[in-house]
Nanobody, 122 residues
Framework: VQLVESGGGLVQPGGSLRLSCAAS????????VGWFRQAPGKEREGVSC????????FYGDSVKGRFSIFRDNTKSTVYLQMNSLKPEDTAVYYC????????????????WGQGTQVTVSS
């Protein structure tokens, strides 16, 4: 039972990336799913979350208007579309699954992914 992220990489400022989160051993359709990130020397912060039933979405202030979270229940996969990327978005991004979304991240996640590196640099 695990979450598997993909889609990280190196991108120039102003560019875009799409992260994917898929589950192995269970279905993400039964969970609220979202993303945290942690930059070197900084605390982990919540980025975004999508609820399990009505698909409501939540975003942290630093990414609102630039990032978009959505899910494809036919593939049991959640995506984070990241546009207009800035150097301060550089971090390891972690997918997480929980029963509920908190303010803008999964609340007390039951499952975590291994993380994928996103680097925004020219």
């Amino acid at each position: 039972v695990q979450l598997v992220e993909s889609g990280g990489g190196l991108v120039q400022p102003g560019g875009s990336l799409r992260l994917s989160c898929a589950a192995s051993g269970f279905t993400l359709n039964d969970y609220a799913v979202g993303w945290f990130r942690q930059a070197p020397g900084k605390e982990r912060e919540g980025v975004s979350c999508i609820s399990r039933r009505d698909g409501r979405t939540f975003y942290g202030d630093s990414v609102k208007g630039r990032f978009s979270i959505f899910r494809d229940n036919t593939k049991s996969t959640v995506y984070l579309q990241m546009n207009s990327l800035k150097p301060e978005d550089t971090a390891v991004y972690y997918c997480a699954a929980a029963v509920y979304c908190g303010d803008f991240a999964p609340y007390e996640p039951d499952y975590w992914g291994q993380g994928t590196q996103v680097t925004v640099s020219s």
